[in-house]
């Protein structure tokens, strides 16, 4: 299982950001998807979940509103439409999925809000 995260940068306080998880190694249809986040001295906090069938969502109370999970499963490619960010969304944020029993991650693409 591979998962590649790319997108994330600089943006100011109310822009937006889209992540991309490109993954391989797995029947990528088959299983949800989520994107975690983690900030300095923090811990890891998941940020949003898709479903593998329907592509049902869930979101977390801080995200909810302005962060949009979606996949493409012909491109084997989950994304984080991010937007009105806010400083408090600065983190790195990771793509995750549980596969035979296993939590599987990425590198991490750092994110960063501020002027």
């Known amino acids: 299982v591979q998962l590649v995260e790319s997108g994330g940068g600089l943006v100011q306080p109310g822009g937006s950001l889209k992540l991309s998880c490109a993954a391989s190694g797995f029947t990528f249809s088959n299983y949800a998807m989520s994107w975690y986040r983690q900030a300095p001295g923090k811990e890891r906090e998941s940020v949003a979940r898709?479903?593998?069938?329907?592509?049902?969502?869930n979101y977390a109370a801080s995200v909810k509103g302005r962060f949009t999970i979606s996949r493409d499963n012909t491109k084997n490619t989950v994304y984080l439409q991010m937007n009105s960010l806010k400083p408090e969304d600065t983190a790195v944020y990771y793509c995750?999925?549980?596969?035979?029993?296993?939590?599987?991650w990425g590198q991490g693409t750092q994110v960063t809000v501020s002027s």
């Open positions: 995750n999925t549980y596969w035979w029993g296993n939590n599987y």
């Open positions: 898709i479903g593998s069938v329907g592509g049902s969502t």
